[in-house]
């Protein structure tokens, strides 16, 4: 082999090594075994991580809470203290990524946002000064109250959202028909609504399991 022959040889093969190696150091730069948007699907699963609050003797699991409360007159006394303490610890257990909504009810209603809540320290100890300041007056108007709260649960960007509704009386004006088929109307997602009746009045019993049969939710009745 003549001597230019031989350079040309060698040329060729220390470009062929250098270029192997720059293809070798690349594949093995390339992550591994990891899905595009690592960092962002970890946000994303954090936001989305179920929770679990203690409210009433039981566990309810979710990222985002969403109460329908009772102040009518029948709720006076005891059983409001017994309402405001729960309450109280429920949102206390939040997590800054979850959502909460209240709405509460008697002759009218009261809404604590018209939008979903961040369970931040300064929006829970909002939330808890706000049920601490409710009294115990008046009728059972729950579907109006109900009509409030369902929007404010269905623009919740929570994917595992409880709807909770709590309360000692049949509804009135409207009555119990009305007031399940309206609520049933509201609940345009076909959410959950579990409820929680406080004290054992027949006719609240009644609505209170349907409510929470016609919507896949779940019925309990609490003692006192």
């Known amino acids: 082999m003549s001597r230019t022959s031989l350079i040309a ?33 970890e946000h994303e699963e954090e ?27 029948s709720m006076s006394g005891f059983k409001l203290a017994m309402l405001k303490t729960e309450m109280n610890s429920a949102l206390s257990e939040l997590s800054p990524t979850s959502e909460f909504g209240i709405v509460s009810f008697s002759g009218d209603y009261s809404v604590f946002s018209p939008t979903p809540s961040r369970a931040t320290s300064g929006m829970v100890a909002a939330a808890q000064a706000w049920v601490n300041a409710m009294e115990a007056a008046g009728s059972t108007m729950m579907l109006q109250a109900a009509q409030q709260l369902m929007p404010i649960v269905e623009i919740s960007s929570r994917r595992d959202r409880r709807v909770i509704a709590v309360g000692d009386g049949s509804p009135n004006n409207p009555g119990h028909e009305e007031t399940l088929a309206g609520i049933l109307a509201a609940n345009t997602q076909q959410l959950p609504i579990d409820t929680l009746l406080v004290g054992a009045n027949e006719p609240a019993l009644l609505f209170m399991q349907q409510l929470a049969s016609d919507t896949g939710g779940t019925f309990r009745q609490i003692s006192y």
Not at 24 to 39: E, M, N, T
Not at 47 to 73: H, K, M, P, Q, V
């Open 9 to 41: 040889c060698l040329c060729f093969s220390t470009c062929w090594i250098v270029m192997g190696a720059e293809n070798s150091s690349k594949v093995l730069r390339r992550p591994l075994d990891l899905p595009s948007g690592g960092a962002r699907g």
């Open 47 to 73: 936001e989305n991580a179920l929770e679990a609050i203690f409210f009433f003797g039981d566990t309810y699991e979710g990222d985002g809470f969403f109460f329908l409360l009772d102040r009518s007159g």
